[in-house]
């Protein structure tokens, strides 16, 4: 399973239609060096709407300069919504590297963009789709959508639940039917309005999703998105994870990204280490030792208590934990 990180499109919602360079270069920069294969980039509005009235702070141009330093090192693309497409954005977005442009639609619209897809892959470009508010239809009918996309070239389908309605049950049942009806990859992209964000990420990885959309911090418009590094933990959990730097991307998280966007009013519900708590199943109490002891012998506290936590989550001695924190040490 892969996972598509959309903060740097969807999660630009927080801070309007696009995130300023500073922020735009610190993402790229960590989310590639943490081994994040897949990013959606740009305008949160898609490739072309700064012309249409939504300007961000960086142009379609600037991204796709900032970008190109890592264009090699991930699959780096725009979102195309289709009502937006025009010939000369997707050209231009092929002639400077990206890897694929998604292109969005609401379920059942997908016979009225054959025209789009087609220019998409005619630049060479991965066409990735999006069925966006997925739940207008039903799961076989979106299934037969799926199958009639693919027929029209699209390279892979994603399952939106753009309004955060979608309980596990059902995530996994639309999941289960499109893996059953199409053989190109399946996504899907949970928004949190809910709170089910991580139980239908869960559901669809059950379902043998093959990737899953999310936003550093859970940022994306309205309540927000699965956030990326819960589904990294979650996917780590499941055994599911070979491709990304599950503590370097904390630490990214940690010491860069969460100090940078409190500064812009954002504030995250989950930082990294509650998250490594629920993680390693460490409860909160014994986090004033398990700091105090990683701060004596200079290695990571997330680490330290996962490790800590494989042997003992009942009770843990300060004992256990130096002896943890000494061979963390030696190995590093």
């Known amino acids: 399973m892969k996972i598509m990180d959309c903060t740097l499109r969807d999660g630009a919602n927080v801070v309007g239609n696009g995130f300023p360079a500073d922020l735009t270069a610190m993402m790229l920069k960590g989310l590639v060096e943490n081994g994040v294969s897949i990013i959606e980039y740009g305008n949160a509005k898609g490739l072309g709407a700064e012309e249409l009235g939504f300007p961000s702070p960086v142009s379609d141009k600037e991204y796709l300069e900032m970008a190109q330093p890592y264009m090699k090192r991930a699959e780096i693309g725009m979102f195309l919504n289709a009502k937006r497409y025009k010939r000369e954005n997707v050209k231009y977005a092929a002639s400077q590297g990206l890897t694929f442009l998604r292109v969005g639609a609401d379920a059942g619209d997908g016979s009225k ?10 630049e060479n470009l991965k066409c990735r789709y999006s069925l966006m508010k997925a739940y207008l239809l039903s799961p076989s009918c979106l299934a037969k959508e799926c199958a ?19 309980l596990p049950d059902e995530a996994g049942e639309y999941v289960r039917a499109l893996k059953d009806n199409i053989s190109i990859p399946v996504g899907f992209h949970c928004h949190n309005n809910l709170g089910m964000a991580a139980a239908n990420a869960v559901a669809a990885m059950h379902n043998d999703v093959d990737v899953l959309d999310c936003g550093l911090l859970g940022m994306a418009r309205s309540a927000g998105n699965l956030a990326t590094e ?3 933990a979650l996917a780590e959990k499941a055994g599911k994870n070979d491709h990304v730097d599950f503590y370097g991307l904390l630490n990214f998280l940690e010491s860069e990204l969460v100090p940078a966007m409190e500064k812009h009013g954002y504030h995250t519900p989950i930082k990294p280490l509650d998250l490594i708590l629920g993680f390693s199943g460490c409860h909160s109490s014994f986090v004033k030792t398990f700091k105090a002891v990683a701060a004596e012998y200079g290695v990571d506290v997330k680490r330290l208590i996962v490790a800590v936590s494989a042997v003992d989550r009942k009770s843990p001695s300060e004992a256990l934990m130096r002896e943890t924190a000494e061979k963390l040490k030696e190995n590093r």
Do not use: N, P
């Not at 963009?113 to 005619?122: D, H, L, T």
């Open 148 to 166: 009639d996309l693919q027929a029209h070239g699209v390279d892979e389908v994603t399952i939106m639940d753009s309004a955060g309605c979608m």
């Open 113 to 122: 963009y054959y025209e789009v897809i087609g220019a998409v892959k005619s």
């Open 230 to 232: 819960i589904a990294v």
